[in-house]
């Protein structure tokens, strides 16, 4: 866009890039940017691309340009980055934040500038800052209130899609069963490499299952592509989520759609319960939120889903959230604390939800 050239990383930004980037500058009548600081953002988080809050200044007063910005540049890790670019995730963003991003059932961050090089597959998205906006953490968990809050916002914008013609024209977001094949290929490795990390965390239960558990994620994406059909965030957790400071707002700022895809919308309520709650809690409150989330869509016009159909769709979406897990996890670094505490949180989490809800059984049931 702008006939900008797609940046590789932090140091090939020269303020005159940001300029052109925010359509500031001479031609625009707008201050220029002539410096910016970096802020590291994604340490520990989960997040698997490089994130940076760049603080910048400009040329003259004050005027209607960010102060700071967030710069999303591709994983610097190779082995991250060889899969990212199999499965097109970051591309598929891009795609997102231009094409949907401006739904009113759902708030996105403001995007200042979107590139992607095809040729390359490098991309770039400058953001809004959501500061001083309270980022979820799935580490600290959340409220059973701010828990409904997010699935209830997530309902009213999957209903808005579901079965909907418009799905069609999505094709550069792909079906969920689309990416089975790369799935396959990448699962060994990546399996072998999230038990090596894990160690002593990864559950025996766990273990045995993700042993074999290859043999089924054929069967397991295509269940989850069956119509009805959605927008899937596809990573819906409570660290992609940030609830506004402002206690009259009730609207959930959510980000890092590289994974969107079109299925069944379940898969994005399993996602965050697995995350959101220890074991024990999820055990109180997943029944309720998932009657919330069904409640939901049926107010908002979705018909022909009944629920048994919907707690099918997330007993299986707990599978279908475990090898999202090997793929895209088996590859992240976990040094650090927070890193290795949600590590061991998450495969404890899931290691619990899959057998509480005999999601195995769901394959064969589907």
């Not at 200044?57 to 991250?80: C, E, Q, R, Y």
């Not at 119509?227 to 890092?256: E, M």
């Not at 319960?273 to 939901?296: N, T």
Request: glycine share 8%; with cysteine; proline share 6%.
């Amino acid at each position: 866009m702008n006939g900008l050239r797609v940046t590789e990383g932090l140091s090939d930004v020269p303020p005159c890039w940001l300029t052109k980037a925010l359509n500031a500058g001479p031609d625009s009548g707008r201050p220029s940017v002539t410096g910016y600081s970096v802020e590291p953002l994604a340490e520990g988080k989960g997040f698997m691309n490089q994130l940076f809050r760049l603080r910048l200044h400009f040329d003259s007063g004050p005027a209607d340009l960010p102060g700071t910005v967030i710069a999303k540049l591709p994983s610097a890790d190779p082995m991250l980055r060889t899969v990212f670019d199999r499965l097109g995730q970051n591309r598929r963003e891009v795609r997102f934040y231009r094409e949907l991003a401006n739904s009113p059932l759902i708030r996105t961050p403001r995007v200042y500038h979107s590139a992607m090089d095809p040729a390359t597959g490098d991309t770039v998205l400058l953001l809004e800052d959501l500061s001083p906006s309270r980022q979820g953490d799935s580490i600290a968990g959340c409220s059973l209130g701010e828990a409904r809050r997010c699935i209830g916002q997530l309902a009213r914008f999957q209903a808005s899609w579901w079965d909907s013609p418009l799905l069609g024209d999505l094709d550069w977001m792909p079906l969920r069963e689309t990416d089975s094949v790369a799935y396959v290929q990448i699962y060994p490795g990546a399996w072998a490499a999230l038990i090596e990390k894990a160690g002593d965390a990864m559950p025996p239960g766990l273990r045995v299952l993700g042993d074999h558990l290859i043999t089924d994620v054929r069967r397991i994406k295509a269940l989850l592509t069956r119509p009805p059909r959605t927008v899937v965030h596809g990573d819906y957790r409570l660290d992609n989520c940030f609830f506004s400071t402002n206690a009259d707002s009730q609207q959930v700022i959510v980000l890092d759609w590289e994974f969107c895809t079109r299925g069944r919308g379940a898969y994005d309520v399993a996602t965050f319960i697995s995350e959101a709650f220890s074991s024990m809690h999820r055990r109180k409150v997943e029944l309720g939120l998932l009657r919330d989330y069904h409640s939901i869509l049926e107010e908002s016009g979705v018909r022909g889903y009944p629920f048994e159909e919907c707690l099918r769709d997330y007993r299986l979406s707990m599978l279908e959230v475990f090898v999202f897990w090997i793929i895209t996890g088996g590859y992240c670094n976990y040094e650090g604390e927070r890193a290795a505490v949600y590590l061991r949180n998450t495969l404890e989490r899931l290691d619990a939800a899959i057998a509480d809800l005999a999601s195995t059984e769901a394959v064969d049931a589907g």
